[in-house]
Nanobody, 124 residues
Framework: ELQLVESGGGLVQAGGTLTLSCAAT????????MGWFRQAPGKEREEVASMHIDPGSPDYADSVKGRFTMSRDNAKNTLYLQMNDLKPEDSATYYC?????????????????WGQGTQVTVSS
């Protein structure tokens, strides 16, 4: 069964940069969609970025467009989320997700597999 393990979270000053990693136990190109989500305490989970593994063109939440970049390394079976110009409102637990359902679109779908999350805290 697919397992996803996020890493790379931590404490960073506003305006700083963090890159999150999501290591998969299965080849990522065998999955239809992968995504990054985040959830802050007391708030609903928010979809940050999602993409088809092939061709791998991500869609982003408006709140992170121009600042976050989702990418992949197929050889390492790893997904990345580079987060630039971090803001205090970006503070959350970030989750990696994957789904194999062959239907139109990745954004807004129900993802099947989830990682354990990695904490990102941005101080002002």
């Amino acid at each position: 069964e697919l397992q996803l393990v996020e890493s790379g979270g931590g404490l960073v000053q506003a305006g700083g940069t963090l890159t999150l990693s999501c290591a998969a136990t299965d080849v990522i190109y065998s999955w239809y969609c992968m995504g990054w989500f985040r959830q802050a305490p007391g708030k609903e989970r928010e979809e940050v970025a999602s993409m088809h593994i092939d061709p791998g063109s991500p869609d982003y939440a408006d709140s992170v467009k121009g600042r976050f970049t989702m990418s992949r390394d197929n050889a390492k079976n790893t997904l990345y989320l580079q987060m630039n110009d971090l803001k205090p409102e970006d503070s959350a637990t970030y989750y990696c997700a994957a789904d194999g359902a062959w239907k139109v679109g990745c954004w807004g779908r129900d993802y099947t597999f989830w990682g354990q999350g990695t904490q990102v805290t941005v101080s002002s």
